[in-house]
């Protein structure tokens, strides 16, 4: 059986979309300096403490797990990207921590109900297509009274903006496809609300802000090239329009000087905290 058949379940209707999904996210790697204290800030808001069971779900090159169990908590990540699985291993090995890290699907998450007293996401579930699967499986594999945190991107600000402005520029999808979610929602406290319901109890929210640092806007433009795969995929299917990669690449750097200062691009993030209801 393929990785790609084990992180999808067949039949799935977004299987194409996810594969496309996990191809794109194998490029984020060098990008997870970025993350790495925008994880600490979402292990400190969790409250994550030492022998606890923790979950980090679409963990990435492990960030999260890393610093959890670097608190003495018993983790566990996982993720859609077998390339970004084998440097969160990488990173566990370095820090000297033990992680099981597992590929697979935040839609079927392969873990028993109330595995977890605690399950975190950083910027990852929210790409999951069907927020009402996601969330159902993350608050499953939940126990009565454990914790749900988890960091997204406002619409309002930068990373929303950003998002909104390739989608505007991105290859329209295969006619007769199913449409996933806005992973940009995830940012709207009124929505996470909804979407977690009277599943939980003691909703709490915050706001911080992650720092980029970078020489230029132009500086990280080329960079979010390199990385950034919806970015890269914008630009392979214009390679025969000039002028419209000169138009992507003007409109994203007008963008990301919006929010440059300091040699530092800030990106707003919102952290979102709940307790299962027992």
Not at 36 to 55: C, D, N, S
Not at 128 to 140: D, H, N, Q, T, V
Not at 142 to 162: D, H, R, Y
Not at 165 to 175: D, E, I
Request: proline share 8%; with cysteine; charged share 20%.
């Amino acid at each position: 059986m393929s990785s790609e058949t084990k992180s999808v379940a067949a039949g799935d209707p977004f299987a194409g979309f996810k594969a496309v999904q996990r191809e794109a996210w194998a490029l984020f790697a060098p990008l997870e300096a970025v993350t790495m204290v925008p994880a600490a800030k979402l292990v400190k808001f969790a409250g994550i403490t030492a022998g606890q069971r923790v979950l980090d779900v679409a963990c990435g090159t492990g960030v999260v797990t890393v610093t959890a169990a670097r608190r003495g908590a018993s983790a566990s990540g996982l993720d859609l990207s077998p390339v970004l699985l084998e440097r969160a291993r990488q990173n566990a090995e370095i820090a000297g921590v033990t992680i099981d890290f597992t590929e697979g699907d935040v839609e079927a998450l392969p873990y028993a109900d109330a595995s977890f007293d605690v399950v975190t996401s950083q910027f990852g579930h929210i790409f999951a297509p069907r927020p009402a699967i996601a969330i159902g499986e993350m608050l499953r594999v939940l126990e009565p009274g454990g914790t749900i945190a988890f960091n997204t991107w406002p619409p309002e600000l930068f990373v929303g903006k950003q998002i909104d402005l390739l989608m505007r520029y991105a290859p329209p999808p295969p006619a007769g496809a199913p449409q996933p979610a806005s992973p940009m929602d995830w940012g709207k406290p009124d929505v996470v609300r909804e979407r977690l319901g009277d599943a939980v109890t003691d909703l709490r929210f915050d706001r911080d802000v992650a720092m980029v640092p970078t020489l230029s806007p132009q500086h990280s433009r080329i960079a979010q090239e390199e990385t950034l795969g919806l970015l890269r995929n914008i630009l392979a299917a214009n390679q025969d329009h000039p002028e419209k990669i000169a138009e992507v690449r003007a409109a994203y750097e007008a963008l990301i000087a919006e929010n440059f200062e300091d040699n530092q691009l800030h990106q707003s993030f919102l952290m979102t905290r709940a307790i299962k209801r027992r």
